[in-house]
């Protein structure tokens, strides 16, 4: 898949994902490997700087959970602005997909 017709919607992704619940770095790596069928991987070198972004908006907060093995992993959930701004963008979104759909036609 063309890297740039991902470009800008990481953040529609990841706050996509954290609307199902709390999730951890790995987690949401995983989970986009599943929903895409491998078609596409979110690499750390991406996920975590898009998080930390996120967070620093205010859009996502995170927290440490200690698991049964002792380890620790940071959790990210969604917030209140995260949600509202999610919901702009899947009208952004779907109204972009209209547009280009005018153009190219629905799915074959």
């Not at 070198?45 to 927290?63: D, M, Q, R, V």
């Not at 440490?64 to 999610?86: M, S, V």
Request: charged fraction near 25%; glycine fraction near 8%; include cysteine.
């Amino acid at each position: 898949m063309d890297r740039e017709l991902l470009k800008g919607s990481t953040p529609l992704l990841l706050l996509s994902l954290l609307c199902e619940g709390p999730m951890y770095g790995y987690q949401i790596i995983e989970t986009v490997r599943q929903r895409t069928g491998g078609t596409y991987t979110l690499k750390e070198g991406a996920l975590y700087p898009a998080l930390h972004k996120l967070e620093a908006t205010e859009f996502i907060a995170s927290y440490w959970e200690t698991q049964e093995n002792g380890r620790e992993r940071r959790y990210y959930a969604i917030q209140p602005a995260g949600l509202a701004f999610l919901t702009a963008k899947k009208k952004e979104w779907n109204q972009f997909v209209d547009m280009v759909q005018a153009f190219v036609g629905p799915r074959a």
